[in-house]
Nanobody, 128 residues
Framework: QVQVVESGGGLVQAGGSLRLSCTGSGFRFDDYAMGWFRQAPGKGREGLIWISPSGGATGTANSVKGRFTMSRDNAKGTVYLLMNSLKSEDTAMYYC?????????????????????WGQGTQVTVSS
C-alpha cells in the first residue's frame, strides 16, 4: 500500500536551519508530485511547497518563499524540505503529501491538484 513517512524534525534555534526528509513507498515515486504542509497549534493546515514528478518545477507559498526549498531524489524515493532562517512562527507539525492525481509527467503537471496520501507528520520547534 502507499506510504509516506517523514523524518528529521526537532528543536532548532531561531535563525537556524533544518532539513526534513520524506520517503514514499508502494507507488512509482517519479510519477507523482509531492508536497509539504504544516499545521501549527490552533491553526489550519497550510500548504508550503510542491515539487513536480521529475523535480523540474516547484511552487512555493509566499509565507516561506526565499527561506524554504524542496528537492527530490527519485532514485531514493525521497523528497526533502530545507528550511533556512527559521522563525518561532515556523513551529508546527510538518506533513509530507503525495498528490492524488496521477501518474503524470512534468510536462503534464500544471501545479498542485489534490492530496491523495498524507504522512504522519514530524514536529519542528523553533526556539527564540
Amino acid at each position: 500500500q502507499v506510504q509516506v513517512v517523514e523524518s528529521g524534525g526537532g528543536l532548532v534555534q531561531a535563525g537556524g536551519s533544518l532539513r526534513l526528509s520524506c520517503t514514499g513507498s508502494g507507488f512509482r515515486f517519479d510519477d507523482y508530485a509531492m508536497g509539504w504542509f504544516r499545521q501549527a497549534p490552533g491553526k489550519g493546515r497550510e500548504g508550503l511547497i510542491w515539487i513536480s514528478p521529475s523535480g523540474g518545477a516547484t511552487g512555493t507559498a509566499n509565507s516561506v518563499k526565499g527561506r524554504f526549498t524542496m528537492s527530490r531524489d527519485n532514485a531514493k524515493g525521497t523528497v526533502y524540505l530545507l528550511m533556512n532562517s527559521l522563525k518561532s512562527e515556523d513551529t508546527a507539525m510538518y506533513y509530507c503529501a503525495r498528490q492524488g492525481r496521477g501518474p503524470m509527467s512534468d510536462v503534464q503537471w500544471l501545479g498542485p491538484y489534490d492530496v491523495g496520501f498524507w504522512g504522519q507528520g514530524t514536529q519542528v520547534t523553533v526556539s527564540s
